[in-house]
């Protein structure tokens, strides 16, 4: 195929609005929906940040995992092709790249590479953010492209969807430069998504039958139903099976669950709890990512749960966190929406939980939690019609708008807006700057205001080491209390450690010590040689956003250093194919390991 208009038609359009008449219809209505984006012509795509870019990977493991064999297929059939293979998830993140070493080395120049960020709102008219947005293929070549600098490439680019639930989770896409006749190179990316979702398909049939297995181990005599991880029902046994109580919110869990259990086995316990309070509700983990969850009639586990810690607890941690909630308790007589900041584990979550607590003897109402970064928009949606968002005159708490895609972040403007006008509080959390999220576009300005009436930020604990001795006794004692463990004790030389220790993951790291030595210590008292090697080392340098680069060097000799130079296991570790190993090997300038006699 080639492009359906030329670069003066192009130019016209442009300047004075004038429709080609021979512009594909899928072509002029991207480019009236990229019309309406404020901004100047960029050269290139938006960047993520290291650290988002390797959670980004990490939440779409699943995705990448399952694209692995296509990636190293793609990676010998488009070897000096001219052309490369791009998998992408749903918002349109370059997650990996195979194929001809020439031309991923070009796509760095527009970040169309690991990273680079290709959805319409973002760049305009291209084939990923197309077919993302219309959720199907999608060709197109030079001057279809809505901004000049990115008519250099021509791309064809075919969605994924989930065989489970037919979700979208991404696009394979493929690019070479423009004015090069490429025919089939659609059918061609079309074949790569095919093979994929059918190796998702595989995988989620081998999940169902580990889910059977795990079920038959337990050997429950209690009635139980078992879920796969997209909520379809792989087991029912005695009065689940007729049980129409649970009708109701089977039918939430089983909407939530496949967004839910990507949190991990102990979160998605957490968030699904509450759906079926009469039942005990378990996630299997038998691997690395949660698979199902088994739900049984019997009673819950008689687990000792500690008190939630209310702000007068919090306020005694030290003087920082007193200042801050009194802010805190000085909030809760206003109806402002508050906005929490502070980075990853410094206890936003907390925080807020207790504002909840605080004003719920005059305001009555649950607290619910939307994880931002989850959500889809035809799942908010359908929860907005249906009314599961239990917005009743409790608190409404955003984890991480930022996060969320552009349509989820217009679609909160609702939510917000009804939970207001049932008399919810809106309390935000979030790990970076909103402010600064607002300013480079990738958060909707409108939201922003309606969600940083007032702002809270939580200093991270290397700014206060002062408090370290005091979160770490609490968190010992909600532990035991928690886990019924005994009661672990710090030695003088380690509290030194500890104290001295930058706390890079704030109190969820303190959280995760405090586990890990309740398990692993032969004696209640801990000394510093018990500490893990990463406590006495000092902290490294923040990761700058244009240093992606250096992240993914440093990540593949490390991996050669790890294995002794063995490429396979090297090339398995780093998650891609020993070919594209190879390719970037040769592109970072690091020398092949030598073949042991």
């Known amino acids: 195929m080639v492009a359906s208009i030329s670069k003066s038609d192009w130019e016209s359009f442009r300047a004075v609005g004038r ?17 309406k984006l404020a901004m100047a012509s960029p050269k290139y795509a938006p960047m993520l940040a290291p650290d988002d870019l390797h959670t980004t990977r990490t939440r779409a493991r699943r995705l990448r995992q399952a694209a692995q064999a296509a990636l190293s297929k793609a990676d010998f059939l488009l070897r000096q092709s001219g052309n490369m293979l791009l998998l992408c998830d749903h918002d349109c993140v370059v997650l990996d790249a195979a194929g001809d070493s020439d031309t991923i080395a ?24 197309t077919a993302i947005h219309l959720g199907r293929s999608v060709q197109v070549d030079g001057p279809e492209h809505f901004f000049e600098e990115i008519q250099r490439w021509n791309c064809a680019a075919s969605p994924i969807k989930d065989p489970g639930t037919g979700q979208l989770l991404g696009v394979l896409n493929i690019s070479w430069s423009a004015g090069q006749k490429q025919p089939g190179s659609t059918a061609l990316s079309s074949a790569f998504a095919l093979q994929v979702e059918s190796e998702l398909a595989h995988r989620l049939a081998q999940d169902r039958q580990l889910l059977l297995q795990c079920l038959h181990q337990r050997r429950l005599s209690e009635p139980v139903l078992l879920l796969d991880r997209t909520g379809a029902e792989i087991f029912s046994s005695g009065e689940f099976a007729h049980a129409p109580e649970f009708s109701q919110a089977l039918a939430g869990l089983r909407q939530r669950l496949p967004e839910l259990i990507e949190l991990g086995a102990d979160r998605a316990a957490e968030a699904l709890a509450g759906h079926l309070p009469d039942a005990a509700l378990d ?3 038998p691997r690395a990512d949660a698979i199902g969850v088994v739900i049984s009639l019997k009673a819950r586990r008689a687990r000792r749960k500690p008190e939630a810690l209310d702000l007068a607890q919090l306020g005694r941690t030290g003087a920082t966190m007193a200042e801050l909630v009194a802010q805190a308790q000085r909030l809760l007589d206003t109806s402002l929406p508050i906005l929490i900041e502070g980075e990853t584990g410094t206890g936003k979550a907390t925080l807020a939980r207790a504002m909840h607590d605080a004003a719920s003897a005059a305001r009555a109402g649950r607290f619910t939690m939307l994880e931002c970064a989850l959500l889809s928009d035809e799942g908010l949606r359908a929860d907005m019609a249906r009314g599961a968002l239990a917005l009743d005159g409790g608190t409404l708490c955003l984890d991480s708008p930022g996060r ?44 922003y205001y309606r969600i940083a009436g007032a702002r809270l930020t939580i200093p991270p604990l290397r700014d206060r080491p002062a ?8 968190i010992l004692a909600r532990h035991r209390l928690e886990n019924g463990g005994r009661e672990l ?8 450690v500890l104290r001295a220790h930058s706390w890079p993951g704030n109190l969820r790291e303190m959280q995760n010590l405090v586990s890990a030595q309740s398990a692993l210590s032969r004696s209640a008292l801990i000394d510093a040689r018990d500490l893990p090697p990463e406590i006495g080392r000092p902290p490294a340098e923040p990761l700058r956003e244009d240093s992606l680069l250096d992240v993914e060097k440093a990540e593949i000799i490390a991996a050669l250093d790890a294995t002794a130079g063995n490429m396979t296991e090297a090339a398995r570790r780093l998650g891609i194919a020993r070919s594209t190993l190879y390719l970037k090997l040769d592109a970072y300038g690091i020398a092949r390991p030598r073949s042991k006699p």
């Open 404 to 447: 969320a895609s552009p349509a989820v972040q217009k679609l909160l403007l609702s939510v917000i807006e009804t939970a207001e006008r049932a008399g919810c509080r809106v309390i935000t959390l979030a790990s970076r700057s909103l402010f600064q999220m607002m300013q480079d576009g990738s958060l909707h300005r409108e939201l």
């Open 106 to 129: 070009r796509g760095r120049e527009n970040h169309l590479h690991l990273g680079g960020k290709w959805s319409e709102t973002a760049i305009g008219t291209n084939a990923i953010g």
């Open 489 to 496: 004790r710090f030695t003088a030389s380690a509290m030194a």
């Open 467 to 474: 408090e370290i001795p005091l979160y770490l006794q609490a």
């Open 19 to 35: 429709v080609p008449p021979s512009i594909r219809e899928v072509v002029l209505q991207s480019w009236k929906r990229s019309s």
């Open 283 to 285: 996630v299997i983990e």
